[in-house]
């Protein structure tokens, strides 16, 4: 089993293309240390020619031009890719908003869950993707073979369930940056990533908004977990003048504190330890920083586009 990070940065990618924080302004500039990044999205795949995408970011276009893997093979049809899924985690724009990319008439297969799908079937710019081309199908809660658009199998099979997170901000009705529309219930889903044949399995979670007694059983042992970065304080935000949510308002837990992720998985047992989903706003993005230096202490790492595991 392979799998690669093709985007490590939250919604807006960074640099953001509106930011000028002073990270966003250090990724332009060319600061060392401080690495442009496109937005979530990983690629796993069981064989090394189907590849299964979980997530499809506004940058698919720009990662699958960075990832030959995700190429049309030189001998392929004039018309062809080696994507043969894609598995959605919830409705955040930056998770969907690349299927619109994927336009092309191409067969593959989408996954999600009833609400994420119900999201798609409400907005008809997604018809632009024929079902009976792009076939829809239901990801449930637990063990999942994942197949191309045709039925067969890719070799990849996820185990699905639901983590704590927030339903997508278009959908919600209120402007009051207060309000509360977190959900338990499937509107964001993490994923066990495995497959025949695999030494140990990688978890997928790039957005959740906290940790609880069941994410911690389910976690333990796990090989590797890519798991939510995107603040690494809770009014990180707030505190850069950029906007008025916290963390936790957006679904996404912080990094550091006492009900941080680190401290909440500290004593979890697991192989690599890797943030993904990453804010242009986070300090981990800047390589000197002491935040980066403190999440390294901890055992953990700063993931990056292109960064590759085998399994």
Known sequence: MRVKIIGSAAGGGFPQWNCNYRLSRAARTGTPGVHPRTQSSIAASADGTGWVLFNASPDIRQQIAQTPELQPAAEAPLRSTPIRAVVLTNADIDHIAGLLSLRERQPFAVYASAQVLATLEANSIFSVLDPAIVPRRLAPMGELAICDAGSHETGVVVDVFPVPGKIALYLEQSGDPRANFSSDTGDTIGVRITGAGSHGAVFYIPGCARIDAALRTRLADAACLLFDGTVYTDD???????????????????????????????????????????????????????????????????????MEMDF
């Open 236 to 306: 990180e935000m707030i505190a850069a003048s950029v906007g008025q949510k916290t963390g936790a308002r957006m679904g996404h837990i912080a990094i550091s504190g006492e009900a941080g992720s680190i401290a909440g998985l500290a004593d979890v047992k697991m192989g690599r330890r890797i943030f993904v989903h990453i804010n242009n706003t986070n300090p981990v993005l800047d390589e000197n920083s002491a935040e980066h230096a403190a999440v390294k202490a901890a055992g953990w790492e700063v993931a990056s586009d292109g």
